[in-house]
């Protein structure tokens, strides 16, 4: 069964950091690029990053504030994500997509997310 596992959401200040962990089982990850999307109440899903076995892509308010890294022995990815702002309140989601990152939403694996708060 293919399974990806959000992990690391909270509460936070502007100004604070989180680490999220998306952990994958069920297909093999090394041949998968892994995606970061976002979804903020009425607002449309966005991506926010992307990580592939040759590739690294962030969106532009991303830039900066954000890393993304994957650990393919534990078949997991990780985003850093500092200096965070209000606005970057959402439930963030990963995705599996098989060979490279796309463009846009048609990954073949989601999780549930997890969310992530900014006080202000």
């Known amino acids: 069964e293919v399974q990806l596992a959000e992990s690391g959401g909270d509460l936070v200040q502007a100004g604070g950091s989180l680490r999220l962990s998306c952990a994958a089982s069920g297909f093999a990850f090394d041949d998968y690029a892994i995606g970061w999307f976002r979804q903020a109440p009425g607002k449309q899903r966005e991506g926010v990053s992307c990580i592939g076995s040759k590739s690294i892509f962030y969106a532009d308010s991303m830039k900066g504030r954000f890393t993304i890294s994957r650990d393919n022995a534990k078949s997991t990815v990780y985003l850093q994500m500092n200096s965070l702002r209000p606005e970057d309140t959402a439930v963030y989601l990963c995705?599996?997509?098989?060979?490279?990152?796309?463009?846009?939403?048609?990954?073949?694996?989601w999780g549930q997310g997890t969310q992530v708060t900014v006080s202000s």
């Open positions: 995705a599996a997509a098989y060979g490279h990152c796309r463009p846009d939403f048609r990954f073949d694996y």
